[in-house]
């Protein structure tokens, strides 16, 4: 396995960029890197040195709701890692930001923080379909965003 792995399982990348969103989740919170600069304030992601709108360097990061809406899923078949076969069928989330309409964020839908990939029916799930943002401890000890189901 490739050293992104943790018994199987993809694990984020950490790099200095990202750094304080991975801080953020392990606190609890959902925040989105911002340009700081006077005149601008665009929000941004992934994280990157530089504003791609004004070139500012100069950034903060900014809470969010965690709210957000299935923008689009996948339920992968097969599943391509073997790790990810025993939880399959599982999905795969872009979650479009309610207070960052710009702003997608890949993850999964869980039944509650924590559970497994699978624990949620494929069935319920739907483009447009609200959800919450919620962290759970990955085995390698960093702290993931998932997705919960809003009720309707």
């Known amino acids: 396995m490739s050293e992104n792995t943790s018994g199987g399982l993809l ?9 304080p969103f991975w801080t953020y989740a392990a606190q609890g919170e959902l925040r989105v890197q911002a340009c700081a600069a006077p005149d601008c ?17 100069d950034s903060e990061w900014r809470r969010m709701s965690g709210k957000g809406r299935i923008w689009s899923y996948v339920l992968p078949h097969p599943p391509l890692l073997p790790a990810y076969a025993a939880q399959a069928p599982y999905n795969a989330v872009v979650v479009e930001l309610s207070d960052a309409p710009r702003i997608r964020l890949v993850g999964n839908v869980v039944a509650a923080p924590g ?6 029916d494929p ?3 739907r483009v447009g379909a609200k959800v919450q943002v919620a962290f759970a401890e990955g085995a390698d000890g960093l702290t993931v965003p998932q997705w919960l189901l809003e009720r309707s």
């Open 11 to 19: 694990v984020p990348v950490v790099d200095d960029d990202g750094a």
């Open 41 to 57: 304030g665009e929000l941004r992601f992934p994280p990157r040195p530089c504003c791609p709108h004004c070139h500012s360097f």
């Open 115 to 120: 559970a497994a990939l699978d624990s949620v």
């Open 123 to 125: 069935a319920r799930l």
